[in-house]
């Protein structure tokens, strides 16, 4: 970002209007609590945002303003498998009126010849790993310290899932995201989606349902984003166990 703004305007011009408050770059997290009326809002190296930094930076949109978000998805450094929230807003949003969102390939990067080779051998690469591995992309995330969720109960887990997927006739791009949570997380989460005010085993949210009057995308990322489930290890320990061993 810096980069670009000293490139466009130069360094006296730049330093100038930061003083002046006309130009205003701050981290992430300095966006809560704030409206940003009157204002064009630039988000760069968006696709290392979890979802809840997504939705909270664009609830900041104010009146007469102009909201822009960047990122390379394929360049997520987020710790721990967590789901990037750049990827979910662009799924989510996507017939949302007002909203756009534009897809680059290797052939709009403006850079040295190298860096689209570069990007086009990964791209390569990824494609056929999943499609020799012909599993779903699966973004695992524990978000509870109640029971300890080892290495082996968690490819378990993924094993189950993508048998169960390959029986589905499911393909290696497709993506969900399983979260693991505790007692209280999913007790809120059935009382605030399904009006049920007791925890249960198991929750999903479903981002595609599949449905005659689903429209069909140009230009739609080439994954297939089926949602999330949601585990209580408490009640689904001892099942989960079983998975992938049949």
């Known amino acids: 970002m810096y980069d670009a703004l000293y490139d466009m305007l130069g360094n006296e011009t730049f330093q100038k209007y930061i003083t ?3 130009i205003e770059v701050a981290p992430l997290a300095y966006m809560r609590g704030r409206t940003l009326n009157e204002a064009f809002i630039i988000l760069d190296e968006a696709q290392n945002t979890t979802p809840e930094q997504m939705k909270m930076f664009l609830t900041r949109f104010g009146f007469g303003s102009k ?107 497709t993506e969900v995201d399983i979260t693991i949570v505790d007692d209280e997380e999913i007790h809120r989460l059935n009382r605030e989606y399904r009006n049920v005010d007791r925890p249960t085993d198991v929750l999903s949210f479903a981002l595609d349902e599949g449905g005659e009057d689903e429209p069909e995308l140009l230009d739609a ?23 992938g061993t049949g």
Do not use: C, W
């Open 221 to 243: 990322p080439e994954e297939h984003l089926l949602g999330d489930i949601i585990i209580l290890p408490k009640l689904r320990s001892a099942r989960v166990k079983n998975l």
């Open 67 to 173: 909201m822009v978000i960047t990122g390379d998805v394929t360049q997520i450094d987020l710790p721990g498998g967590k789901k990037s929230g750049l990827k979910q807003a662009a799924y989510i949003l996507r017939n949302t009126p007002g909203i756009g969102v534009v897809n680059f390939g290797e052939t709009d990067v403006v850079r040295h010849e190298i860096v689209g080779a570069v990007i086009r051998a990964y791209e390569e690469y990824e494609k056929e790993k999943h499609k020799r591995e012909k599993n779903m992309l699966i973004t695992l995330e524990n978000d509870q310290d109640k029971i300890v969720i080892d290495d082996a109960l968690k490819s378990r887990l993924v094993a189950g899932l993508n048998a169960a997927a390959r029986l589905h006739g499911l393909t290696e791009t």
């Open 20 to 22: 002046r408050g006309t």
